[in-house]
């Protein structure tokens, strides 16, 4: 089977590191583009030539599969050469291999443990709270908690990362982590986003207890069903989004949050601008506040609230879904801005 892409862009190149960890036998014989300055040249070893020039790779079977955002203006022009058969935009195939990694998902019902869990983020709140008295609890932790050895203690259930810097800034933020999760929690299960695959050279895949995740391509605010083992919703303004689709998804009748200051939606527009910003539970070096800062400045006083208000319709829509499904969610994070789910007194749940 020859395989023909079209579009010799960033996102075939993402696609090609992702797709190549999965299957092999896929990976493009020739990239085809609209781009003349692209032709003759070539992508992570592959030759790149016109779109015009299809018909000559045609000659033996093939998939032609679409790997830009302009589908349906690539279709016309296929079509226009009388091209119709064996064409799939990558959206569907990605499905198609995702399915492989996904499946295992399926697993993570095994994991649980009890009825009620608790997410636990990383705010500063935690610092007020005797966390010896969730030790024997299920536990959803989520990104930074290999920063400080008492929240590793904890021994959590799951541990959930969502964060882009996670894999865009490997060295920095996932090697740490994998290595926690190796020396430390080596039967925790990972869960993480399978954009990892686009950007990490590792062998991944072989580690049985990461997981992956990937989210849909668009937002859906109305009651959905959450299944790990496909595309989840795409609420991932924060972590704890994704932690609470997978608490939802491993059906846990109670849902407590703690550490889940949200701390950045009171920020003042000078504090912003300051890089005036509040620390988190763990202790943070150099390069973690310097890159928060960094990130809050870069998004702007304006941008901030927008994207606080998308936060808000996230949770909204997640407790719709959770008490659709006769689970509960409260709030147990001593302060903080988060009133979308009930408040309750940590001290009042043992």
Known sequence: MRYIWIGASIR???LMN???????????DVLL???GEKVGTYLKGVPIDSVANIRKYLDKPHEIIITTAFMNEIKSQLHEMSIYE???DYIEKDKEISWQYLVKNKELHRKKASSRCFIIGTGPSLSELDLRCVMNEDKIMVNHIDKDVELVKLNPNFWVVADPVFWLHEQEFLDPVLETLKCNLPSTPLLIPDNVLSYTSKDLLSETNIYYYTLSRTANYESVTIDFSEAVPRFAQN???????????LEYEEIVLIGCDHSWWGYSEAEIEQGVIVPHYYKENETDVEFVTNSFKSLGYQRMQETIEIQ???YAALRSIAEENRLRVYNATPGGYLESFPRI?????F
Request: positive net charge; hydrophobic residues 40%; aromatic residues 10%.
């Open 12 to 14: 075939a190149e993402k």
């Open 18 to 28: 992702k797709w190549s960890k999965l299957n092999k036998d896929i990976y493009p």
């Open 33 to 35: 583009d609209n781009d």
């Open 86 to 88: 064996n064409i799939t």
């Open 239 to 249: 972590v704890i989004s994704v932690a609470l689709m997978l608490a939802i998804y």
């Open 312 to 314: 808000k319709k996230e």
């Open 345 to 349: 007194r940590y001290q009042d749940l």
